[in-house]
């Protein structure tokens, strides 16, 4: 299977089985467009009527380079992976890698597009216990067989308001790692308003990276979050985020925003990001309800896709600056990346990966918890709701109908569970806007990325 576009001034072709991606002039673009269309003869002569200013032997000479390619499995390569879709997660069933600490089922912020309801979750305000985050790490040793690393979200909710238990808990960690043969990894989300020195020292020793909300200009942040009296965090927080990212050298963080119906010109806010000295970014879609007001619409669609067109735009130019930053759904490896069994399994949620409540309930992650269907178990007896996690460790490229013949289905593995079951009613359906999204994202990604393999 092939995927061709043409962007940033490049024709691009992606062997989307063998993960080969070529760089080519107008007249071999048309050769591979055209290949499996018309037979050679009648290909090489549409070609010289086309470009008439070319001489035929170059023309067939494209043509032989193609086959070469084809040849040596770099074009129209087969797609074979499908009878190893779910060896990957049956090899490794029963083996969790990581939680997410659902530390404070509460927040300090009331923003009105919240998944998890103010952090609440669609339930009571609550926070983590010491003893139950406890039984959560061991639970996380105990059935994490010989996995060395473990990773440990810090989630709400807002985290910082339940700190001397998260503080207590990475403790506990660090006291068991050399006897029980594992590195636990941290992660902390925070939408910065309790950040203060012992945050940013705690954190910048202990955890191996950081989320700090911010939806970018303050306009449009102060839009959205704010905190239950209505009043906008963007001056509170920003200059405690400067403080917290100059601390960690600029390194292992991200400055994650969302955008809505509000923003879908939302590389604005990213510029004001950079503005501000920040520069590992992150702009997700907003995930809520059919019928809220900040939902991205039909309209919204070809806004946002030309954003990411020219936000790939900004990275080149801000290179040759010698001013780079970091997108995070533009982070792509050319060279290496996920193995194929990581890339046609699909995510790890309900199976090596789950979400951990207050009262140590486990769901697939975070973005099922309140759903009671969702509910796997505890951390006490395990998993018990065996034919829920049978669902997940099923899901896969191949278990999809539409995935199957998306050329994107490699680098998104099938999408995300919870998106298509908020808009399908399944965790096997498909979010079609987006995939739309994705797809556009992942093509720019491929353009920079060629920009910077290039050098140019």
């Not at 080969?20 to 010289?48: M, N, R, T």
């Not at 086309?50 to 170059?58: G, S, T, V």
């Not at 050319?334 to 409540?357: D, F, Q």
Request: net charge negative; with cysteine.
């Amino acid at each position: 299977m092939i995927h061709q576009y043409k962007l940033g001034g490049y024709n691009i072709v992606l062997d989307v089985c063998s993960g080969a991606l070529h760089v080519v002039d107008d007249i071999s673009y048309d050769v591979i467009e055209l290949f499996e269309q018309k037979d050679k003869d009648e290909l090489l002569s549409f070609l010289c009527q086309k470009y008439p200013a070319a001489d035929p032997a170059e023309i067939e000479e494209c043509y032989a380079q193609v086959v070469a390619l084809k040849d040596v499995g770099k074009l129209f390569t087969q797609d074979t992976y499908e009878p190893m879709a779910g060896e990957l997660k049956a090899r490794t069933s029963g083996v969790v890698k990581a939680l997410c600490l659902h530390i404070a089922h509460t927040c300090n912020l009331n923003c009105s597009y919240c998944f998890a309801s103010q952090g609440k979750y669609h339930g009571e305000r609550a926070v983590m216990s010491f003893e139950i985050g406890k039984r959560a790490l061991d639970f996380l040793v105990e059935n994490s067989g010989s996995r060395h690393n473990l990773e440990v979200d810090f989630f709400g909710g807002e985290p910082l308001m339940n700190f001397q238990v998260v503080k207590d808990l990475v403790a506990y960690a660090r006291s068991i790692e050399k006897e029980k043969g594992k590195n636990f990894r941290f992660t902390l989300t925070t939408n910065g308003v309790l950040v203060d020195d012992d945050v940013i020292d705690f954190a910048n020793r202990e955890c191996s990276n950081v989320v700090l909300s911010l939806d970018g200009r303050k306009e449009i942040h102060d839009r959205f979050r704010v905190d239950f009296a209505g009043n906008g965090s963007w001056e509170k927080i920003v200059p405690k985020f400067q403080k917290f990212v100059e601390a960690r050298g600029g390194k292992n963080y991200y400055m994650r925003g969302t955008f809505t119906h509000a923003n879908p010109d939302f590389l604005e806010d990213i510029k004001t990001m950079l503005d501000l000295g920040f520069t590992e970014l992150s702009m997700e879609p907003v995930v809520c309800a059919e019928d809220d007001p900040s939902r991205l619409t039909e309209e919204d669609l070809p806004i946002v896709l030309d954003q990411y067109e020219k936000l790939a735009e900004l990275m080149i130019q801000r290179d040759k600056e010698g001013k780079p930053f970091t997108f995070y759904h533009y982070m792509i490896d050319l060279k290496g990346g996920p193995c194929i069994y990581k890339r046609i399994s699909g995510c790890g949620s309900g199976t090596e990966y789950m979400a951990v409540t207050p009262w140590g309930d486990l769901y697939p992650c975070h973005q099922f918890v309140g759903e009671e269907k969702f509910l796997l178990g505890n951390i006490f007896d395990g998993v018990k709701n065996t034919a829920i996690q049978e669902d997940f460790a099923s899901c896969n490229v191949y278990a999809r109908e539409e995935c199957r013949n998306c050329w994107a289905r490699l680098y998104c593995s099938g999408g995300c569970a919870a998106n298509a079951y908020h808009a399908t009613g399944s965790v096997r359906g498909v979010y079609k806007y987006g995939c739309e999204l994705f797809k556009k994202r992942i093509e720019c990604a491929l353009m920079v990325a060629i920009h910077r393999e290039l050098g140019e």
